[in-house]
Every structure is written in structure tokens, then in C-alpha cells.
């Protein structure tokens, strides 16, 4: 598929310590002018990129419009007498006024929706879901990750595409992901879709929830941008072009 | 097994990775002031088109208890123009036209006449308050009966006396909780919420509550929606 005519293949056997099948997918790309030779990986599956660029802009979105929405009423308690919570500057909120920032909200929660829908099809059905779904043997692993980043403790061998608290990362981040349409519905149908709203505690509890679901979203996205600078440009590129370029855990 | 390319086969395989993220510059059609409105106007109507399909006549509003009913001092009321439209309730009636057989003018002992229902039910409003009222007054439905409304008609409208409008689907104007209200709180309409008579629909958002009705018309077609939504609100927003 690579139009191989002229390059040499060679079969290199990589000695494979776990499940690290991405290992075995590792691709030596050669520089005719220098000689020298780098590893690359294919990370990221086409669906999985179009879906984190997807998901980036529709929930820019749906956060900027909510922020707006939630301007209309800035409190989670009684109308009268009103106490409003801490409200931000109309300059970090999408759609001018209420009913623009519905208009935003009610069209891109469709994209957020059907992004999220095609983004776990995609993970189930081919099987890439291991690839980030944390399982009970990731647990341990978390602490020494913690450690590494905040107590500059040693770095962990790592043996996958991602470590444990990537893997817990990402896996909270897609509950989250769910929970954000599910008390989304609570508020936007709550006689429609009665029995959502009352496991949440009706209408008044679940707008609370969508609004908590919001910032934990925004938690992930604050620590997932930190993780990006930190990674430098080739980690960056790899979620445009699918490719990591000498990815650390080939060289363990 | 591992492959060995060159530089340059890697870098036009990249590329084609990369290229195939350009369908996503189609969002960018957002950012286009002239696309902007007609595009959130059509995903505003997809979501008023999936309401529709959610909706079930038989879905009941949750109702409450008497201890879990908000005060009436503490039922915020939103004006939108004028805080009083001075309807004199002495002389007041209910201007009835459109696809019914007995149009004409029709007293509050007219609508009082037919049964009364009682409920307590969740009011919610689109800015994202709620408050729980007791609500009174005759079926919506009860009295498109009486007035030998076309209830395959697809739209009823109300005009107020404050100059707000509104229109409901049929469906939701049949749903078995849609009042005509006259009470709330086992009181006479307060000035405040509508008096003499306002529209109590559970299963939809506050803004289609209109009060100080004077006239209702059963129509297929609509010139408007009503006030908010010729603003740029839902059509339809059901709960």
C-alpha cells in the first residue's frame, strides 16, 4: 500500500515484552541524505483523529454557548430571592445573547453527539478501545505516572501507546463525555425523558450535573493541553497525521 | 514485522493522512457571517424536528405534592413589555375563530362551565429557573370540543392583551395536562400571572405560557410562532 516498488523491505523482528502490538506495527523510515533512520508508529486510526478535531470544535462550542445560557440564570437555587454564583465576562461566552447561545447549543450538540456516537462505534467494533480503556491492571500503575510527574519520581517502563494515567485520563474523560449528553437530555426533556431527569433528581438537579459534567471536561482539557506542551511537536502531529515519530516506548 | 521507507514515501503518506482531515474545514461554514443565521436556524429546526418525534400524548408531566409547591410570593414572573395591559375583566372574553364550528365570543363562565382540573406542575422556564405552581382550569382539549374545533387542524394561536402571541401544535393543545387556566393556587389569576385567563402547558417551556389571552384561532398555517420565537427561540420546545 505504500507503493513499495523501490524500498527495501526488511523484516525485523522486535522482541515484544507485553501486548505492545504497536511494536510490531513500527515503520523505519530512512534518510537517503543523512543515513540515519527513525522509528514511526501509526497511533491514531483516521476515525479517531477526525473525531478528536470534531469533538475539539463542537465542544469549544458547546461549552462558549452554555456559558451563555447559563448567564440567562447564573444560580442553582430558588429564582426568588436569587443569589447568583460567580458569572464570567460575556467576552468567554458564544451566541450574544440566550436565545443565539440556544441556537449554538441546540445545532452543535448533534455534531458533539454523533462525533461521540462515531467515536465509540469505531473504538468497540475495531477494537482500538484497548487502547486507552483503563482496566483493573492499569491501577496500579497509576501512582508511579503520578509520582513521575508531579514529584519528578522515576519514569515508569512504558509498554503501550499510553500509560496508566493516560488510560485513566481518557477513560474518565469519555464518561464524562457521556454523562454530558445524558443530563444534557435531563434539561433539554425532562417529562420526555422523566426517568433521566429523575435519576438525576429532576429538572432543577440535573441542569447542576450538566454544569459539574461541564468542568470536569474542562479539568481533562486543562491537564490533556499541559500533557500536549509538555510532548512536544511530534506527539502534537501524530493526532493530525496518525504517525509518531519515535515514540519512547520503542527505545525502552 | 517492520517496513523500512524512505523519507520522502513517509512524508507523502503523512501528508495523505493529514488531507483527509480537510472534510472538517466544512464547520468553518459556521464562521461565515452570511451562513451563520441560516445554518443555525436549520440545525435550530433539527432539533424542533427530533422534539417532535419525542413527543407522547400519553407522557405525563411529573406532578407534585402540595408541600413541594414553590409560594405564589416566591413565583417569579417575567414581564416583557408592560407590566399591567389593564384588561377589564368585567367585560372580557375569549375571541374564538379559525377551523371551528361555533366561532364567537366566549365568557369566563362559558370555560368555567366545563369540568375543572387541579394539578401541581413543574413551570420551567428557557433561562433555567423552575418553580412548581398549582395550576387550575379546563382542558385545552375540553373546549377545542366545545367550540367544534378541526382537531386536524395542525395549530392553535392565542393573542394576548399585552400584545404577546403564541402558537401550540395540535398535539401538545390535546395533551391531557394543556390547560386553560384561570387558577392558580386554587385562587382567581392574579394580575401578575395572567388574569383572566392564561395557558397552562406542562410539557412545554415557559416562554408558551402566555397570559391575558383575548382571542384563539385553530389554523393550519402560521404567520407567526410567537413573540420569542419570531426572535430566534425554538419553535417547539417541549420538555
Known amino acids: 500500500m505504500w507503493g513499495i516498488g523501490k524500498t527495501k523491505v526488511i523484516q525485523i523482528i522486535i522482541r515484544c515484552s507485553c501486548e505492545g502490538s504497536l511494536k510490531e506495527q513500527a515503520v523505519l523510515i530512512e534518510n537517503r541524505k543523512t543515513g540515519k533512520t527513525t522509528a514511526a508508529v501509526y497511533e491514531h486510526p483516521y476515525i479517531v483523529r477526525l473525531c478528536h478535531w470534531l469533538n475539539t470544535i463542537s465542544l469549544f462550542v458547546m461549552i462558549g454557548s452554555g456559558l451563555q445560557i447559563f448567564r440567562a440564570f447564573p444560580s442553582f437555587g430558588a429564582k426568588i430571592p436569587e443569589s447568583d454564583l460567580i458569572n464570567w465576562p460575556k467576552s468567554l461566552a458564544l451566541g450574544g445573547w440566550l436565545g443565539g447561545a440556544l441556537q449554538w447549543h441546540l445545532t452543535f450538540m448533534w455534531i458533539y453527539l454523533g462525533t461521540g456516537l462515531l467515536y465509540l462505534g469505531y473504538q468497540i467494533f475495531s477494537g482500538n478501545y484497548r487502547q486507552i480503556l483503563f482496566t483493573w491492571k492499569d491501577v496500579s500503575g497509576v501512582w508511579p505516572m503520578v509520582r513521575h510527574y508531579f514529584f519528578f519520581g522515576p519514569k515508569p517502563v512504558q509498554h503501550g501507546a499510553y500509560n496508566p494515567l493516560q488510560k485513566q485520563a481518557y477513560t474518565v474523560a469519555i464518561i464524562l463525555g457521556v454523562l454530558s449528553v445524558l443530563t444534557g437530555f435531563a434539561v433539554w426533556k425532562p417529562i420526555q425523558f422523566s426517568w433521566l431527569a429523575w435519576m438525576m433528581g429532576g429538572f432543577h438537579w440535573a441542569r447542576l450535573w450538566h454544569f459539574l459534567t461541564m468542568w470536569g471536561i474542562l479539568a481533562f482539557v486543562a491537564g490533556h493541553l499541559i500533557m500536549v506542551v509538555l510532548h512536544g511537536w511530534q506527539n502534537f502531529a501524530s493526532m493530525f497525521t496518525g504517525w509518531k515519530k519515535d515514540p519512547d516506548y520503542l527505545s525502552e | ?239
Request: proline share 4%.
Open chain 2, 1 to 239: 514485522m517492520s517496513l523500512q521507507l524512505e523519507n520522502h514515501k513517509f512524508k507523502s503518506a503523512t501528508r495523505r493522512e493529514l488531507l483527509k482531515l480537510t472534510p472538517l474545514i466544512a464547520l468553518g461554514a459556521f464562521a461565515v457571517p452570511k451562513l451563520q443565521e441560516p445554518l443555525l436556524k436549520s440545525g435550530l429546526g433539527f432539533s424542533d424536528w427530533i422534539s417532535k418525534g419525542l413527543f407522547r400524548r400519553h407522557h405525563m408531566a411529573t406532578t407534585f405534592n402540595d408541600n413541594q409547591l414553590t409560594p405564589l410570593d416566591k413565583f417569579y414572573v417575567n414581564t416583557y413589555d408592560v407590566d399591567d395591559p389593564e384588561v377589564d375583566l368585567e367585560h372580557w372574553t375569549l375571541k374564538v375563530g379559525g377551523a371551528v364550528q361555533r366561532a364567537g365570543d366566549y365568557t369566563l363562565a362559558n370555560i368555567q362551565a366545563l369540568p375543572k382540573f387541579r394539578q401541581n406542575t413543574r413551570h420551567v422556564c428557557v433561562e433555567g429557573w423552575d418553580a412548581i405552581g398549582r395550576y387550575g382550569g379546563t382542558r385545552l382539549s375540553d373546549f377545542l370540543h366545545m367550540v367544534g374545533a378541526d382537531t386536524s387542524a395542525r395549530f392553535i394561536t392565542v393573542r394576548c392583551a399585552d400584545d404577546y402571541y403564541e402558537s401550540l401544535d395540535m398535539a401538545t393543545a390535546l395533551h391531557p395536562q394543556s390547560l386553560l387556566c384561570y387558577e392558580m393556587y386554587d385562587q382567581p389569576l392574579t394580575r401578575e400571572h395572567g388574569a383572566p385567563l392564561r395557558l397552562s402547558i406542562p410539557t412545554k417551556i415557559g416562554y408558551k405560557q402566555a397570559k391575558y389571552l383575548t382571542s384563539l384561532n385553530v389554523t393550519n398555517i402560521l404567520k407567526h410562532v410567537g413573540y420569542w420565537e419570531d426572535q430566534g427561540y425554538s419553535d417547539y420546545y417541549s420538555l
